[in-house]
């Protein structure tokens, strides 16, 4: 089956607890940023982050750009929203590398200033 369909089909089925999972996710992913920040770095408005944030379900495209942000595939954000176990954790720095390498070379710069304070 064609990804899009698959992704549009899983959207359509989210229920009241996915969706809440959906929001606290984003609020984790989110940290310390403002939803303004948060929003420009997934490439959407403020206003359709705040719309998740009321338990609106974002597009199939938009939920892969949540799933990368969260350094998951598609399918581990979807286990994650129905409740199932699936937290990713790298074992090797070279594990962090390959998500790190998505970053454009602002949010490099401030993972490193990030790594660097926690040192």
């Known amino acids: 089956m064609d990804d899009g369909i698959w992704l549009t089909i899983v959207t359509l089925q989210m229920d009241d607890l ?3 999972r959906l929001i606290d996710l984003l609020v984790r992913v989110q940290g310390d940023r403002s939803q303004r920040e948060f929003a420009r770095d997934l490439e959407i408005t403020p206003g359709a982050l705040q719309n ?8 199939s495209d938009n939920l892969q750009k949540i799933a990368t942000a969260a350094g998951m595939t598609i399918e581990q954000l979807f286990s994650e929203l129905k409740g199932e176990s699936s937290v990713y954790v790298p074992k090797v720095a070279e594990d962090v ?7 454009n070379n602002e949010q490099r710069r ?3 200033k990030l790594l660097i304070d926690t040192i």
Do not use: D, E, N, T
């Open 18 to 20: 996915a969706k809440q």
């Open 97 to 103: 590398l390959q998500i790190a390498l998505q970053l």
């Open 52 to 59: 998740w944030l009321l338990g609106r379900v974002p597009s």
């Open 110 to 112: 401030r993972l490193i």
